[in-house]
Each structure stands twice: as structure tokens, then as C-alpha cells.
């Protein structure tokens, strides 16, 4: 397999003086697809389409006029960001052989910026899952051990870097859905702020939590891509009208501020924790200290409440999302069914795999009347109380460190009969959706299985600038 540790800056750079072309990138990527093929990583490879591109930007280069900021830079999408004439199913057979009519938002920055897009990868169904197991398309394989799990839901994402298919993938994060899979994968993945980067063209999942984030193997190339897909949208109501500053250049130059960060003895010591990621995170935090950070550990009382409340609020609003996969509309309709009760019974009873049906089922029995006070109410008011708490923290604290899973990736069907132990796995990632804040997974190092493992950093809303620049410095100075 052919490894490439190139940023984009330093692609470009050689592109420019004819050291190289984005066609031979693009072939060495779609070499590495085909060597990788066992891992289940692609649902659909865009071969041709990424040659053709590859073709006209090479040309486009040799009169090095008009190149978008992102051009050689090759990218995969999670298999619920919408392109225009290709195909998105959510890993569902309730959407097989759809294909989309118009592009994300997200979708048309990067392309408009000279990306080339090479094919759409494996998740778990719907994004509801922490192990990318629950798919059509079956499991995608951990590169680092085909034994284990990448992660999920957007695993196919984060093997796609790990497997250096592409430069960087875009994935979504509901509840840790990069971040936790780029931990498994051993690479970079970004959660920007709820709203930094437009949602129209992703497939929704947790309208309230959803956000398109980033996986890569360098802090460079997410805040290329962060820069060029953040800002406000108008076809996204939610999306932010906050200036979009330069990722780019906060980079830049050396790092000698001192911050100061909070982490929670509650979280470091809990009794899932993984006893070698519990002392690799405590020998960062002393590593942090020697530099002459201020780190800390903080009360946080809500931790063990974040999961029940977090999955009680998504449920509930995929039980509503979901509902228009009807089998009328679009996507997959029974052959067998006779009229319209059995059309809708039939379609979604075939199209949605057991943890969507689970998880819809959850969803409406919470928003059911005789319930709705005791169970959806009631976890809205803990999920204020958490964004209250967090944002507490960040008046005294530049930061917030934490493991990013409890444990590294585990075996393929490990956990897939006891569903609750495979939502824990989500028990560090969901604090920072629940409260709309940016979240980074940076790699650590390697466990004592030799699997990879990463540390978490998460900062107050639309602080992404300062949460890059000082990964950026710890994955320098001090991991």
C-alpha cells in the first residue's frame, strides 16, 4: 500500500513546480482502494469521474490561474452527505438505489474550491451506531487490526484516512461519530460548533445534534477544509452568521501561550475507563503541566446522565426524521404489499435494520403523551443543565481535556447483542453535542494491544480557531 504523509499545502506545493500531478495522486489513492478492498471501506468509488477532474485540474494548474483553495486535495463523503446525481442510501436498505437530486452545501464549497470527491464510504445505518456493524454493506474493518472495529458511525470515514484512500473524509457527528472512530483509527477528527457548518444535504439523524465534521491525518488540511465549508447557509436555518475566521493562519508560527484546562477526575477514573488509556491520559495532563499549562481537575456531577438524556432527546427526533422514509416517496417499497397500510408496514419493517427500528420505537414512546413530561421534558432540562455546566467551566478554563472512548476499538461483535454497553462507548464524545460545542480527537498513541487510542479537547462555541492551534501545538510539543 502506498503511504502518503502529505498535507495539502505541501501536495500543492509540489504540484505547482511539476513534482508531481493530482492525476498520480488520485491513481495512488484509488491503487490503495482496490489493495484495501477487505476492509469494506467504499460503498461506491467515483474511478473515472476522479480521474476526469483529476485531468482538468492538472491543466487548470498549468496556468496556475483560478485554483480554489482546496485543489488536489482528494476527499471521501460519508455515505448521508448528499451529491447531486450520485447515489446516498444512509447504509439503509429503505434507501437503495436512490440518488440524490442536488449537493450539500457542504458538498458544493469543497468542489467549488478544486476538491476532488472519490467515492462515498461504509457507515452504520442512519448514523445510529458506535462499531459501523449496523450496515447493508456490512462491517468495515479497523486497518489497524481487521479483527476490530473502526468505530462508527462514520467508521468508513475514518478508515478511509487510515487506509490513506484520500487526504481527508467528511463524516457527521451526532454523539461522537468522528471523533470516536478517528480514536479507533488512530487518526484527526473535528466536530466544529452545532451551526459553524450548514446541515442541508445531510441525511438527518438528531436535527439538534447533527454536524458535518472533518477526519484527516493532519490539523492542516481540517482547517483548510473547516474554513472552506463553515459559514452561514440559506437553506440552513440553524446554520451560524458568525464570521468564519482563518483557520489557516492560526496555525502559523509558534505556539508559546500558556492555557488553562479542566479536565474531570470523574471521567479519568470511572469504572469503564480502560486502565492504559487511564494512564496515558494522566501522563499527558503531567506532560501538559511541565510546559507550564494550568491543568486541573473540575467537578462536573452530570456525566453519568449524559448518555440516558442524550439518547432519550436523539431517539426522539429520529422517530420524527425518519418518519418520511414511508416507502411512498421515495426510496425502497415493498414488492408485496396491497395497499397503503401494508405498503408503510412492510417497507419500513424490511428497509430499517433492528437498531433503527429500536431506536424509532424509543423515540415515539418518549414522545408519547403519557410520557412526554417524564421522559423527553425531563431530558431537555438535563441537557440545559449540561450546556449550563459546561459553559461555566469555560469562563474559568480554555479547555476541556478527556479520553475520547473508554476503552480501544474491541472485536467485531463484541457488543452488538447488549446495545446499552455499545451506547456507553459514546459516554466522553455526547458532552460536547449536547452542549453545541467544538470537539477535537487528536491520536495519542498506541495501546498496550497495539491499538491506536486518542485524547479529546473540547472549547467554548465557535472557538474552533483556538481549539486547532492548540492541537496543532500538542500533537507537536506533546504527544
Excluded at 20 to 39: D, F, G, Q, R
Aim: hydrophobic share 40%; charged share 25%.
Amino acid at each position: 500500500m502506498l503511504k502518503n504523509t502529505q498535507t495539502l499545502r505541501g501536495l500543492q506545493a509540489d504540484l505547482l513546480v511539476g513534482k508531481t500531478t493530482v492525476l498520480a495522486s488520485v491513481e495512488n489513492y484509488l491503487k490503495n482502494i482496490e489493495a484495501t478492498a477487505s476492509l469494506n471501506i467504499y460503498i461506491e468509488v467515483y474511478a473515472d469521474e476522479a480521474r476526469q477532474r483529476a485531468a482538468e485540474l492538472d491543466e487548470k494548474i498549468k496556468s496556475q490561474v483560478d485554483l480554489g483553495k482546496l485543489f488536489g486535495m482528494v476527499v471521501s463523503i460519508k455515505d448521508v452527505i448528499c451529491q447531486a446525481g450520485k447515489g446516498v442510501t444512509a447504509a439503509s436498505k429503505i434507501l437503495k438505489g436512490f440518488e440524490s437530486l442536488y449537493s450539500a452545501t457542504a458538498v458544493e464549497r469543497i468542489l467549488a474550491e478544486d476538491a476532488i470527491i472519490i467515492g462515498r464510504t461504509n457507515c452504520d445505518q442512519f448514523a445510529m451506531g458506535s462499531t459501523n456493524e449496523n450496515s447493508i454493506y456490512g462491517p468495515t474493518l479497523n486497518a489497524a487490526d481487521p479483527s476490530k472495529v473502526p468505530g462508527g458511525s462514520s467508521g468508513g470515514a475514518a478508515v478511509a484516512v487510515q487506509a490513506d484512500t484520500c487526504l481527508a473524509a467528511l463524516g457527521s457527528d451526532t454523539g461522537g461519530s468522528v471523533r470516536q472512530p478517528a480514536a479507533f483509527c488512530g487518526v484527526v477528527g473535528m466536530k466544529p460548533t452545532y451551526g459553524r457548518i450548514s446541515r442541508y444535504g445531510l441525511l438527518a439523524y438528531a436535527s439538534s445534534f447533527d454536524q458535518i465534521g472533518v477526519l484527516s491525518r493532519s490539523i492542516d488540511d481540517v482547517a483548510c477544509l473547516l474554513e472552506v465549508m463553515a459559514g452561514e447557509d440559506e437553506m440552513d436555518s440553524t446554520s451560524s452568521r458568525q464570521e468564519v475566521p482563518d483557520y489557516e493562519a492560526v496555525l502559523k508560527g509558534d505556539f508559546t501561550e500558556k492555557k488553562k484546562i479542566a479536565y474531570f477526575d470523574t471521567a479519568v477514573n470511572h469504572t469503564s475507563i480502560d486502565a492504559d488509556i487511564r494512564q496515558q491520559t494522566l501522563d499527558l495532563i503531567e506532560r501538559l503541566k511541565a510546559d507550564g499549562h494550568t491543568v486541573k481537575a473540575v467537578d462536573f456531577p452530570y456525566l453519568d446522565y449524559i448518555i440516558p438524556a442524550y439518547y432519550v432527546l436523539t431517539t426522539a427526533e429520529a422517530s420524527s426524521n425518519l418518519s418520511r422514509y414511508d416507502g411512498i416517496r421515495y426510496g425502497y417499497r415493498h414488492p408485496d404489499a396491497r395497499n397503503l397500510q401494508e405498503t408503510y408496514e412492510m417497507s419500513r419493517t424490511e428497509g430499517f435494520s433492528k437498531e433503527v427500528k429500536r431506536r424509532i420505537m424509543l423515540g415515539t414512546f418518549v414522545l408519547s403523551a403519557g410520557y412526554y413530561d417524564a421522559y423527553y421534558s425531563k431530558a431537555q432540562k438535563v441537557r440545559r443543565l449540561i450546556q449550563d455546566k459546561t459553559l461555566e467551566i469555560f469562563a474559568d478554563y480554555d479547555f476541556i481535556l478527556m479520553p475520547t472512548s473508554p476503552t480501544p476499538a474491541f472485536d467485531l461483535g463484541e457488543k452488538t447483542s447488549d446495545p446499552v454497553a455499545m451506547y456507553l462507548a459514546d459516554i466522553y464524545t455526547v458532552q460536547a453535542n449536547m452542549a453545541g460545542i467544538p470537539a477535537i480527537n487528536l491520536p495519542l498513541g498506541t495501546h498496550e494491544s497495539n491499538l491506536p487510542i486518542g485524547i479529546q479537547l473540547m472549547a467554548a462555541h465557535f472557538r474552533e480557531a483556538d481549539l486547532l492551534s492548540f492541537s496543532n501545538y500538542v500533537l507537536r510539543e506533546i504527544i
